[in-house]
């Protein structure tokens, strides 16, 4: 069975500096890795993905994660934070079937 | 482009009524995907189809929950004589399925929010 763990339920930094949100993942298949971004009383936007291929993924605003066999991990990660990076972020493991399992999130707050 | 379309936005139900949340997936997307968010909590699958045919309801929580999508576009999650532990909100999400339906990116709606009084 497919698991996504991520620690933190809360990250605080300030504005300007690094963004670290960590997921931890459990498969037995090759896992295809997902990071996704809610706003207040929206849906969930697609930050990035890792499918295939090199192992350092970019997305937009920029994120970006690495997905590392060894340890299981896919971390969220940004060099400087901006306000509007508050959010909750979601960070999920899709199984055979499409369907995505996601883990528990993470709120980001930016103080100024 | 449009996006993935919900409605209604918000719903307040008496428990033991019968309520009915619909979606509009992207045009020409095959797959669609039901999904539940509890408060403080991440998605939870509850059904899948491509086209009109249900290929996996393994996350229906009880028979109360029925979820169709007869023309294989518009899809509606209906949950009958509902309680309060169906508070939640329901997001629907839709996707190109180009054959390798796990690496698909899927495209999620604003969500249903739903109050059981």
């Known amino acids: 069975a497919q698991s996504v763990t991520q620690l933190g339920s809360h990250v605080s930094v300030s504005e300007g500096a690094l963004v670290l949100l960590r997921c931890n993942y459990s498969s037995s298949v090759p896992p295809y890795l997902f990071w996704y971004v809610q706003y207040p009383n929206q849906g969930l936007q697609l930050l990035l993905k890792?499918?295939?291929?090199?192992?350092l993924v970019k997305g937009i605003n920029g994120f970006e994660a690495e997905f590392k066999k060894s340890e299981t991990s896919f971390h969220l990660t940004k060099p400087s934070a901006h306000m509007s990076d508050a959010a909750e972020y979601f960070c999920a493991v899709s199984n055979q079937g499409g369907k995505l399992i996601f883990g528990q999130g993470t709120e980001l707050s930016v103080k100024p | 482009g449009a996006g993935v379309s919900q409605s209604p936005r918000y719903k307040v139900a008496k428990r033991g009524q019968d309520v009915a949340l619909r979606c509009d997936p992207i045009?020409?997307?095959?797959?669609l995907f039901w999904y539940q968010q509890a408060l403080g909590q991440g998605p939870e699958f509850l059904t899948y189809?491509?086209?009109?045919?249900?290929?996996?309801k393994s996350g229906l929580p009880s028979d109360r929950f029925f979820a169709e999508r007869p023309e294989g576009s518009v899809s509606t999650l209906k949950i009958q004589r509902t309680q309060q532990e169906d508070s939640a909100v329901y997001l629907c999400?839709?996707?190109?399925?180009?054959?390798?339906?796990?690496?698909?990116?899927?495209?999620f709606g604003p969500g249903t929010r739903l109050l059981v009084l």
């Open positions: 045009s020409g997307h095959v797959s």
């Open positions: 189809f491509q086209n009109e045919a249900q290929l996996d």
């Open positions: 890792y499918t295939t291929g090199a192992t």
């Open positions: 999400a839709s996707s190109y399925k180009t054959g390798r339906g796990a690496q698909e990116t899927q495209y």
